[in-house]
């Protein structure tokens, strides 16, 4: 299976309609890959709070056409990131959608853990309640996005549901990218599955961001890692390494917690 793993940088100096062409661009060259990623809030910028509310824009809106068309031209299934969804019935939600490869929407996963500590994002948005997964002829997906990172909770219940690829779309600060690989490579060692983890570059809302998007296997070995600017980061894997791994470390197997209700004494 071939990813590519598309590194946006966010700056202030370009328009939020110039950057959606230019990744739609972007999405198009990679024509002959399986799957296409892109980072979180790349309109926007997933730090550009002042942004979030004149920027958003329906689930069908202009980003939603433009990369609908993008993975229709380019016969590839596309993670699209995310955009700040305005619902005309409830809050603003940070929104990933996934495209197949004749540009339908297959999957719209609205981020259940919101960064900010009571401000920011955590305040501005509202948060998503459901896990969300996609199958694809290689591989099933796991959908989550930035902060999620940070909760495993979150990926034994994609896991659970069926997931052997993770993926995460993010904005992540280049103050914390030590955080981001260690993160990564704990996620999908314990998880015994690959992860593509996709981040932004450049500095938006006067924080810059950390780039170094990764790829890593099920043994936590990295495949691939972009460096700290834009980046199409290209990776081809075996979907069959996940269950190859997990019948040969069959670790998961002896999980006690989360499984059952617990006995009564």
Known sequence: MRASVIQIAVNEDESVEARRRRVAALVREQAGADLVVLPELWTTGAFAYEEFGREAEPLEGPTYEAMAKAASDAGVWLHAGSIPERDPDGPLYNTSLVFSPSGDLTAAYRKIHRFGFDKGEAVLMGAGAELVTVRLPETTLGLSTCYDLRFPELYRGLVDAGAETLVVSAGWPERRRSHWTLLAQARAVENQSFLLACATAGTHAGVPQAGHSIVVDPWGEVLAQAGAGEEVLTVEF????????????????????GLQPPRRP
């Open 238 to 257: 075996d979907p069959g390494k996940v269950g190859a791994t997990r019948e040969q470390f069959p670790a998961l197997k002896d999980r006690m917690l």
